[in-house]
């Protein structure tokens, strides 16, 4: 059985990429004579499992337009080895320098960006801060990962107060208080340590990011920045997760397309690539 | 990038008009790291199918550790995407659970288990399921000539309904968040019990019956069955919120006097049986349900697979969780 799947123009190939401790699993949606890459940063822990089918119907689509992309799950997460209790976001931002490298060293070389959304977004900010990137591409950059991390306990609470009443209830800040007093707190299957959750305050988009005009002059290089409603869920907050994920995201995908390409083409004017 | 590490292989299985990317986790006695060539490995294998539109990890990743324990036990463990979910080809469909309430995937997931008969040499296929999952797995059984049991998980056997009105929502928020509420929530319940009284053994309107006669189909043989239970919503233990028709009570009758049907009911855990506690319950219980049911003769444990995983790698938690999460997935929300 060859371990790829042919999907118009381009091949999926699913695979496992060595890292510290750990494989990471990937799918390179491979197209012939790209016009670019881009590695996609994807939602984190359980947010990959409500936008898995988005995230691949993006991935296809840019892949379609001839664009190669890379996906993955992060270490300890979804198909990846290793145990997300013990990751850091140090473990985190080294599968994106580590695949990025990979992707980079593909032929023929083109402009190669990066995609990211939520906690996505800070660790492709982050890569293309130490200048990695030919261009940059976020959709809803939390400030840091601690407001990622608390929108994703607030619907896990909402949820789980459902199989509660009256007193058995207890609030998101009740289960705040416990991660701050050293505790950890099993969220959807994943155990959030005390320590992900004080290093998620100190994990931050770089301050140059904050907007588009602040990122053009900070690095000279193409960044666009997507504050997504709660149409775009479940890559967003808010909509009704298990069935959002199945609409038609065209309306989102179309204008991201375009600006990858129009950077792109850009890009491969002004730089020399071999 | 490689195909194969430690105990896990990426497969794709074809010849089905899709291409469908799934997980072989490799039985413990096996040569692993490697690509499995075709072998004839003459025991049951675990096909865990998706639970709506559910990646094949599941949520919390709690397949990945179910198939490893399954592995660990001998038993081959199969974890494939369905068509046009997860990574696997195929369009995804708006109307879902529709797809999946009418045995949409049955079909499908039966070639997708001859077609791993075929090729790993298994003796049959034991179909393995979560909510949505469970009524494509019994659904698959029906289909399948190499169903050789099934491993459900909260099944359900009426045809759910993706959205709930939203007076209905608000309504159950406020039952939940104030005492007049749950006062109300209760005297709703007694008089749905009554109601449920009058009508006696009759299934209620939006009972599935189709699936329901697939299951008399395949249960009435005395095909095994691991039937897993949570904790339900206002449920009293295993039994259902008062004025809720007992489907397990019932579909263990339908099955007759040839059933071997297990019920289980996990109490610590969530509906998802993602949490710690709920997944290690499931890991037992299998465990023990695949050892008297498909008892393995020719495997002994050796430590010779663990050696090609690295430290760390396994997806095992340490830590224990806080409290039982609800599943954000679910179908039957609030049903």
Not at chain 2, 197 to 223: E, F, H, Y
Request: aromatic fraction near 10%; charge should be neutral.
């Amino acid at each position: 059985m060859e371990n790829h799947l042919p999907e118009g123009r381009s091949q999926q190939h699913a695979g496992y990429f060595p890292v510290t401790g750990a494989h990471l699993y990937t799918v390179l949606h491979e197209v012939r004579d790209p016009v670019a890459r881009v590695l996609l940063v994807g939602p984190f822990a359980s947010e990959r499992h409500n936008a898995y089918l988005p995230w691949v119907r993006w991935a296809r689509y840019l892949a379609a337009e001839n664009i190669e992309v890379l996906r993955y799950d992060y270490r300890g997460i979804g198909e990846s080895t290793g145990a997300f209790e013990q990751m850091t976001f140090a473990d985190w931002s080294q599968d994106v320098r580590l695949l990025y490298a990979w992707l980079a060293d593909r032929a023929p070389h083109v402009p190669l960006l990066l995609h990211g959304v939520g906690v996505g977004a800070i660790l492709a900010g982050r890569a293309f801060d130490e200048g990695l990137g030919d261009g940059l591409l976020l959709w809803s950059p939390p400030a840091n990962a601690n407001q990622a991390l608390r929108a994703t306990l607030m619907r896990w609470v909402g949820l789980e107060q459902i199989f509660k009443f009256g007193r058995d209830q207890k609030s998101a800040s009740d289960y705040i208080r416990e991660l701050e007093q050293g505790s950890s707190l099993e969220v959807d299957g994943y155990s959030w340590s005390a320590g992900l959750w004080r290093d998620s305050m100190r994990f931050t988009l770089p301050a140059a990011l904050a907007s588009e005009e602040s990122a053009a002059l900070a690095y000279k290089r193409p960044v666009r920045i997507v504050k997504l409603t709660s149409d775009a869920a479940p890559l967003a907050k808010g909509g009704r997760v298990g069935f959002d994920d199945l609409k038609d995201f065209s309306w989102l995908f179309a204008p991201n397309r375009d600006w990858i390409v129009a950077v792109t083409s850009q890009s491969s004017r002004g730089i020399a690539y071999a | 990038m490689r195909d194969a590490i430690g105990d896990r292989e990426l497969i794709v299985l074809d010849r089905l008009g899709v291409r469908l990317q799934g997980t072989y986790h490799h039985p413990a006695d096996r040569p692993s790291g490697e690509p499995a060539e075709p072998t004839n490995l003459d025991r049951i294998g675990v096909l865990f199918v998706n639970s709506l539109s559910m990646p094949r990890a599941a949520s919390g990743d709690s397949a990945v550790r179910w198939a490893e324990s399954i592995a660990r036990q001998g038993y081959p463990a199969f974890r494939i995407d369905l068509p046009g979910l997860g990574d696997s080809e195929g369009d995804s469909s708006t109307d879902l659970l529709d797809i999946v309430n009418a045995g949409g995937f049955a079909s499908v997931a039966a070639d997708a288990a001859n077609q791993l008969v075929e090729r790993f040499g298994l003796s049959g296929v034991v179909f393995f399921g979560h909510c949505a999952g469970a009524v494509s797995a019994l659904y698959a059984g029906a289909a399948s000539s190499d169903c050789r049991g099934l491993i459900l998980l909260e099944p359900y056997f009426h045809v759910a309904r993706a959205e709930r009105p939203r007076v209905r929502r608000r309504l159950s928020d406020w039952a939940r968040s104030s005492r007049m509420g749950r006062l109300a929530s209760n005297l709703y319940d007694r008089i749905r019990n009554f109601s449920s009284a009058l009508r006696g053994s009759a299934l209620p309107a939006n009972a599935n019956a189709q699936l329901l006669a697939r299951w008399k189909q395949v249960a009435s043989t005395g095909l095994p069955i691991l039937l897993l239970k949570a904790p339900g919503i206002k449920a009293q233990g295993a039994k259902p919120r008062l004025g809720e028709f007992d489907y397990i009570d019932h579909v263990v009758k339908l099955a007759g006097r040839k059933e071997s049907i297990a019920v289980e009911f996990v109490e610590s855990a969530d509906h998802s049986f993602a949490n710690r506690e709920g997944r290690e319950a499931v890991e037992q219980h299998i465990a023990g349900w695949l050892a008297a049911n498909f008892p393995l003769t020719d495997f002994e444990f050796g430590t010779e697979r663990i050696a090609h995983l690295g430290d760390g790698e396994n997806q095992g938690h340490s830590g224990k969780s806080q409290e039982a999460p609800a599943d954000r997935f679910c179908a039957l929300e609030g049903r």
